[in-house]
């Protein structure tokens, strides 16, 4: 990785001795079993409604030829991410080393700034009741599973993944499994027009899917039906 | 055909947009009470409007904090080892507690008769443009929301704080003939101000990219179209401007029905200019 085109004193893109942590997704191997969902949901607690990994799908083609195109979708753990630039009181983080991106949950104050930012719709809003986790009412989101990654393993939603979709490791180590990945393979990021410098990538994802799609034209009756029934449910 | 689209919620919700509402108008008040001691047609709104400032800060405030979802925490916004200053948030939050601060200052000497009135007003006056600078800033710094991202946010902001500001001004000035014409000009120039900003945006957003052509969509028809089109655009700034530029637009009648148009319409723009953008991002 050239170091030139570092911009921001933030990024950790070619750091010597700065791990850079990220995820490949290689969108021909996914399945669209949900696994890394769940796993992600028994992880956290993640509660009803919201998510800090969805696989989103398309249906393309016509029939009878016909198929699904997935999307996994997560915290894009940004080189330069909005969301820490625009939090007020600094609960959102980077983590020097390593490149994770968390939240510090004592500390925010629930403005929801950092959603606004998030190009990804990755942020949501932890509901205020939650069955077995006293963490209510502030903004959560994908962690890259810190936790397990500090402790030698993958994140769940890797570990899980049967298809071996998902791969993760250091960017920064040229003998890791997804520079290898990013190096032989032609890998998309969502968004990049937004400068964010993802650290997802993936492979074989169709334009069609990573795009704003034509959905504002004829949103669909039964999104604003779920919309409605998550505030009832939720008191937001 | 076929898109099975993750449900998302928008990030800011109505009562955002009702404190951008009031905030504004307590941003031209204060400016318009500093106004007042170098014209002295609007001597007669001076007090009214530094007393009607502090109570609808108190409201903004109340709106602010309420809104947030850990409300006990807003004194985070206040702990220096906590502020983060390339927010704009915390900017803002600095802008409303000095603001805040030298309007009471002001009111104080302002009722003492003290000579000290008319600077604090000046910087009262100053801290208050900054309101609305700082919750355009508040959209503009979202680089990946279309209509948020252009520059002249804070600009239009500034310009619908004033509209906003002298319309409310307007409704206290009452028979005051002195007061109601130079208010009328202000009414004018900024509800022009904002309708030529509003068409730059617009026509900047409808040629832009995929995420810009649909928020122009979201923007412009369906219940966001009536409300930003409808309200914002027509009945709330091109009326009111037609109104003011009649015969019938010297008159009290005529002045106090561009006044609660241009309230109507700036409520409605800021709530549209709000939500709309967001919508996009939810089927993303």
Same mark, same amino acid.
């Given at each position: ?236 | ?85 390339? %927010?704009?948030? @915390?900017?803002? *939050? =600095? ?5 805040? &601060? +030298? ?5 104080? !000497? /302002? ?52 509209? %906003?500001?002298? @319309?409310?001004? *307007? =409704? ?5 003939? &002195? +007061? ?5 000009? !202000? /009414? ?97």
């Amino acid at each position: 990785m050239s170091e030139e085109l570092r911009v921001s004193p933030i990024e950790t893109r070619g750091v010597a001795g700065k791990k850079r942590y990220a995820m490949v997704v290689d969108t021909r191997r996914c399945i669209g079993c949900m696994a890394c969902q769940v796993a992600c949901k028994a992880e956290y607690d993640t509660p009803l409604g919201v998510n800090r990994t969805w696989v989103p799908y398309k249906v393309v083609g016509k029939y009878p030829m016909v198929k699904k195109q997935f999307l996994p979708r997560l915290c894009n753990h940004c080189d330069d991410p909005p969301c820490v630039r625009n939090c007020p009181v600094e609960a959102t983080y980077k983590v020097e080393d390593g490149g994770f991106v968390l939240q510090r949950y004592e500390r925010c104050i629930g403005c929801r700034s950092c959603m606004a930012a998030c190009p990804y719709n990755a942020r949501f809003m932890l509901p205020s009741h939650r069955t077995y986790t006293p963490i209510t009412n502030v903004v959560d989101k994908c962690t890259f599973c810190f936790h397990r990654v500090t402790q030698n393993l993958v994140p769940a939603c890797v570990q899980t993944c049967i298809g071996r979709s998902r791969v993760f490791g250091d960017l920064n180590d040229p003998n890791s499994e997804v520079s290898y990945l990013v190096a032989k393979n032609a890998t998309q990021v969502l968004r990049p027009e937004e400068g964010t410098k993802p650290h997802v990538f993936y492979i074989g994802a169709d334009r069609n899917a990573t795009e704003f799609g034509r959905d504002a034209y004829n949103k669909p009756e039964v999104m604003e039906q779920e919309r409605s029934a998550f505030k009832a449910h939720f008191k937001i | 055909m076929g898109d099975y689209v993750w449900f998302h919620d928008v990030s800011w919700h109505a009562a955002y947009a009702i404190y951008f509402f009031v905030v504004g108008i307590v941003a031209g008040l204060s400016f318009l009470s500093y106004l007042s001691w170098h014209h002295e047609a609007l001597v007669p709104i001076r007090e009214k409007a530094a007393y009607v400032s502090v109570v609808l800060l108190g409201v903004g405030g109340v709106l602010l904090i309420g809104d947030l979802s850990q409300p006990l925490r807003f004194l985070n916004v206040l702990n220096p080892a906590y502020l983060n200053f390339s %927010s704009p948030l @915390a900017w803002g *939050s =600095l802008n409303i507690l000095s603001f805040g &601060a +030298a309007l009471v200052a002001y009111i104080w !000497f /302002m009722k003492q008769g003290d000579d000290k009135a008319k600077l604090l007003g000046m910087i009262a006056g100053l801290l208050a443009m900054g309101l609305p600078i700082y919750t355009g800033f508040d959209l503009t710094v979202h680089q990946s929301r279309p209509v948020w991202n252009t520059p002249v946010m804070p600009v239009l902001f500034v310009a619908l704080a004033m509209a %906003s500001g002298s @319309a409310v001004a *307007s =409704l206290m000035a009452g028979g005051d003939a &002195a +007061a109601q014409k130079m208010l009328r000009q !202000f /009414m004018l120039w900024s509800a022009a101000a904002v309708g030529v900003i509003l068409v730059s945006i617009l026509g900047t957003t409808n040629y832009g990219g995929t995420a810009q052509e649909l928020s122009f969509v979201i923007m412009t028809s369906g219940t966001m179209g009536l409300i930003f089109v409808g309200i914002g655009i027509l009945a709330g700034t091109a009326a009111p401007i037609a109104l003011m530029l009649a015969p019938v637009g010297r008159q009290p009648i005529g002045l106090m029905l561009s006044a609660l148009l241009l309230l109507v319409g700036s409520a409605a723009l800021r709530y549209a200019l709000l939500m709309g953008p967001q919508q996009l991002q939810t089927l993303y």
